[in-house]
């Protein structure tokens, strides 16, 4: 066999080995799991198996060149109307002028989530498919009621298609994240936690993920609209949220980049943001392209920046706990990096340490995935081994090496299950609006502070501004972060008593039963209770069990002792006892459910209906009187639980046209 056969075969050969590395990795991309690689590698991949594809003229039926995305198994997968194509990219502005043209265009953010596609007919949504692999996608329509940005019903009466992106935010994902305590139940991003929640079952948990549907373009609709923008201007009006979107052409598109780059870069895109994208103004025009593979020719161009990278020596590795993970960070030299000065990067685990090839000491290569989150790619000129801490850094319990049974990834664990860092979900629901109303703690910047040795018990985050001139030191934290940060603090020292008691973590005390609790006893006559060990199975909604998890938390020394320093540094605003036991909805029981329109949003209805002596239940039992849902034919689990048990569904308008506003 000749050289140049040879260097075919091997050519054949690294394109077969490129289809199974980049397909397994879309894999688990895009069904949720961990990431196998990161985007900064499956570029360079994906760029080497095109080129190789392109010079050998051989190429495999599941190339991903060729593929748009996941091609999901399993039932309820219906025929897209309009096949859902992917769009060409590059790295290069020059490409995007080219293609524009003299041609008007229009530049929008090309968001990392998951690409759904709804479908509305006679005013009403009746279809919501996910992309899948473009042909053929999951019917989730049944998530309806659980997903935000997107309007059930709409004036306009004809056929209309949408297509748009369903993400998660950068705030609600390290927040959901914080909340699972097992590392394999972690997800490495806001995209997997967003393709995560879309394949649950529940809707009520998905309606906590806080998925929200932002809208980038009408794909179909029976008015003729042929401008892009207008097209777009009128899924606003209808109720869509929509992506930011500018006009421009190929002369303004430069400087028109250069502000939305600006803009991920300077934290100001608190959703996941992968790339831009422009497309023709024209609609007609941008509708008469061909499709080759699985791009429409003229449906828009993706622009994908370009990683810069920098190298940097490692100064030392910092472990930080979270819940029941100590994850190592690589602190390094600070270097420049697109703009802002980087020294700190997630390693994520030891396996991926072992990977990289981490040493005593070393020089880390370090990009910014997605213009934002620092990461290290790479390694070189290591030395010596690292090293594993034997203690935790919050408590200074043994830790100890966990090794997953399904992934094999080595993580380090704290082995106290009393440590601070695991009460995530408890500092959450102490500062959360419910509780004590604490604006600029979230779940990560306590768990910072809990490993920097300034929060261990929930008193402390009162004495924070002992520690204010190293808070302001630290990344992310400036000066009028910090000020507002101890306003909020400060302010929280006046609360209300069911606030606080919310706030306590008490179990199977949540506002409803702190309400029942302070509207029978008062304040005052909580607390000479739990100091006389009396009980509170006497109070209407509380019963035995209740009254036994509250005498038991009590008599815990550690919730005892906390909950007296804790009343040391606030004023507890009592209120008067609430007295609606002869209100017009006394002795009824709702389940509120779905979006509202006349009550500004749940919370309020269900003030409504306690101020008039009704109750309000979480979940559907034999004891609810009246469902509440605006969708009455909806194939929710509520609406099939009531339906299973007789209890009448409603509408809004129904109980006000029953119960009056």
């Known amino acids: 066999m000749n050289e140049n056969l040879q260097n075919l075969d091997s050519k054949k050969e690294r394109i077969i080995e490129l289809t199974k590395a980049l397909n397994d990795a879309s894999s688990a991309y895009y069904g949720g799991r961990e990431e196998i690689i990161s985007n900064f590698e499956w570029d360079s991949m994906f760029d080497e198996l095109l080129a190789l594809e392109k010079e050998t003229s051989f190429s495999l039926p599941d190339s991903p060149t060729k593929n748009t995305g996941s091609d999901e198994g399993g039932s309820n997968r219906d025929a897209h109307e309009f096949p859902a194509l992917s769009l060409a990219k590059t790295k290069k502005i020059s490409e995007l002028q080219d293609w524009a043209g003299n041609r008007d265009i229009y530049l929008s953010y090309k968001l990392d989530g998951l690409t759904l596609v709804l479908t509305y007919d006679n005013g009403s949504l009746v279809r919501i498919l996910t992309r899948g692999n473009g042909i053929v996608g999951k019917n989730i329509t049944f998530l309806k009621d659980s997903i935000s940005g997107f309007p059930l019903n709409i004036n306009y009466k004809g056929h209309m298609v949408v297509r748009g992106e369903a993400t998660i935010s950068y705030t609600d994902f390290e927040y959901i994240n914080a909340l699972f305590e097992d590392e394999d139940d972690k997800f490495a991003n806001p995209r997997n936690l967003a393709s995560g929640t879309l394949s649950l079952d529940d809707p009520d948990k998905v309606r906590e993920r806080r998925v929200c549907f932002n809208a980038f373009t009408l794909v179909h609709i029976d008015d003729d609209i042929k401008d892009w923008g207008e097209r777009m201007d009128f899924l606003k009006k209808s109720g869509f949220v929509t992506v ?386 605006n969708d009455v034919d909806s194939m929710s689990s509520k609406n099939k639980k009531a339906k299973e048990l007789g209890v009448p569904i409603i509408s809004e308008d129904e109980f006000i046209d029953r119960f009056g506003k």
Not at 290 to 304: D, E, I, N
Not at 597 to 618: I, L, M, W
Request: hydrophobic share 35%; proline share 3%; net charge negative.
């Open 244 to 629: 930011e979107y500018t006009r421009c052409n190929s002369e303004t598109l430069p400087a028109m980049i250069e502000e939305y780059t600006r803009k991920v870069e300077n934290g100001v895109m608190d959703i996941p943001v992968d790339g831009l994208v422009i497309c023709y103004a024209d609609n007609d025009y941008a509708m008469s392209g061909s499709v080759t593979g699985h791009h429409a020719t003229r449906a828009g161009l993706a622009f994908k920046w370009a990683d810069v990278s920098a190298f940097s020596k490692l100064r030392y590795i910092e472990w930080s706990c979270a819940a029941s993970t100590i994850s190592p960070v690589a602190v390094f030299e600070s270097v420049e990096l697109e703009g802002t000065n980087v020294s700190r990067a997630s390693l994520c685990n030891i396996s991926e340490m072992e990977r990289l090839g981490i040493g005593d000491e070393c020089t880390v290569e370090v990009i910014k995935a997605n213009k934002i989150i620092p990461k290290c790619i790479s390694v070189r000129d290591s030395s010596g081994h690292f090293t594993v801490p034997d203690t935790c850094p919050v408590c200074g319990s043994p830790t100890r090496i966990v090794v997953s049974p399904r992934s094999g990834t080595k993580t380090l664990q704290c082995i106290n299950p009393d440590c601070s860092a695991k009460q995530g979900k408890k500092f959450t629901r102490f500062v959360s609006k419910s509780g004590m109303d604490i604006d600029g703690l979230s779940v990560q910047t306590m768990l910072k502070f809990m490993n920097m040795g300034f929060i261990r018990e929930f008193d402390d985050i009162y004495d924070l501004k002992a520690h204010s001139d190293r808070i302001r030191e630290l990344d992310g934290f400036g000066d009028k972060s910090v000020d507002n940060m101890l306003g909020s603090i400060e302010k929280s020292r006046q609360v209300k008593a069911v606030n606080f008691i919310y706030a306590l973590c008490i179990p199977m005390i949540g506002s409803d039963a702190g309400k029942k609790l302070v509207g029978s006893l008062g304040f005052d006559g909580f607390i000479e209770r739990l100091e006389t060990g009396t009980g509170f199975d006497d109070i209407d909604g509380i019963g035995p069990e209740r009254s036994t998890q509250i005498t038991t938390w009590y008599h815990d020394d550690r919730n005892r002792d906390m909950l007296r320093r804790l009343l040391d540094k606030v004023e507890i605003l009592e209120g008067n006892p609430v007295d609606n036991a002869g209100g017009s909805l006394n002795g009824l029981t709702f389940v509120i459910t779905g979006d509202v329109h006349t009550f500004r949003n749940r919370d309020e209805f269900k003030a409504y209906v306690e101020s008039r002596g009704g109750k309000v239940a979480g979940s559907v039992s034999g004891k609810t009187t009246f469902l509440v849902n």
